[in-house]
T-cell receptor, first 114, second 112 residues
Framework: EDQVTQSPEALRLQEGESSSLNCSYT??????LFWYRQDPGKGPEFLFT???AGEEKEKERLKATLTKKESFLHITAPKPEDSATYLC???????????????FGKGTHLIIQP | NAGVTQTPKFQVLKTGQSMTLQCAQD?????MSWYRQDPGMGLRLIHY???????DQGEVPNGYNVSRSTTEDFPLRLLSAAPSQTSVYFC???????????FGQGTRLTVV
């Protein structure tokens, strides 16, 4: 059974204080690991897809990395608008962008204080 | 380009009532799916479809039916609503060669 565990459950940072969110996973045959951002009352918004250990992707203040057992979402010098819940998901087998089935973690609720 | 559109945004049902949650996408995506999101549980897959006429069950399919008669639409039916189906429901779509799935804005359903 595929499993995704995210830590911490919640994180409060000061503006400019860099940190990392963790996503540990067990999956039989990883096709892709996905990071999404979710704002209150909204649907998940795509951030990154990682496919193989050692891969890294960046977008503004966010950088995602992948190993064989976990992924990290590094947030550098965050701003209050980075406050959101960050979701990690894995896709085992299949094809496409994952709408044929993703296994999600419970998310990390991130608050950036001015 | 509207993306993935879900209707209604909010719904209150009485136990035993039936209803259909609508999901439409205008991106010609082959794959579509339904998730429910509950506090402390994360998003869980209910049903998915890899093309018109093809559907399959996800992790939590009981109490829900789906069909896919067109590429654009993937409705989720609750035949006899139960309080345990109180949740926020999200529809997603992607193409077979895509690197991401697009999500709708969600339907918040309360069953009393």
């Amino acid at each position: 059974e595929d499993q995704v565990t995210q830590s911490p459950e919640a994180l409060r940072l000061q503006e400019g204080e860099s940190s990392s969110l963790n996503c540990s996973y067990t999956v039989s045959g990883l096709r892709g690991l996905f990071w999404y951002r979710q704002d209150p009352g909204k649907g998940p918004e795509f951030l990154f897809t990682l496919y193989s250990a050692g891969e890294e992707k960046e977008k503004e203040r966010l950088k995602a990395t992948l190993t064989k057992k976990e992924s990290f979402l590094h947030i550098t010098a965050p701003k209050p608008e980075d406050s959101a819940t960050y979701l990690c998901a894995v896709q085992a087998g299949g094809s496409g962008g994952g709408a044929d089935g993703l296994t999600f973690g419970k998310g990390t609720h991130l608050i950036i204080q001015p | 380009n509207a993306g993935v559109t879900q209707t209604p945004k909010f719904q209150v049902l009485k136990t035993g009532q039936s209803m259909t949650l609508q999901c439409a996408q205008d991106m010609n995506h082959e794959y579509m799916s339904w998730y429910r999101q509950d506090p402390g549980m994360g998003l869980r897959l209910i049903h998915y479809s890899v093309g018109a006429g093809i559907t399959d069950q996800g992790e939590v399919p009981n109490g829900y039916n789906v069909s896919r008669s067109t590429t654009e639409d993937f409705p989720l039916r609750l035949l006899s609503a139960a309080p345990s189906q109180t949740s926020v429901y999200f529809c997603a779509s992607s193409s077979f060669d895509a690197t991401e799935a697009f999500f709708g804005q969600g339907t918040r359903l309360t069953v009393v």
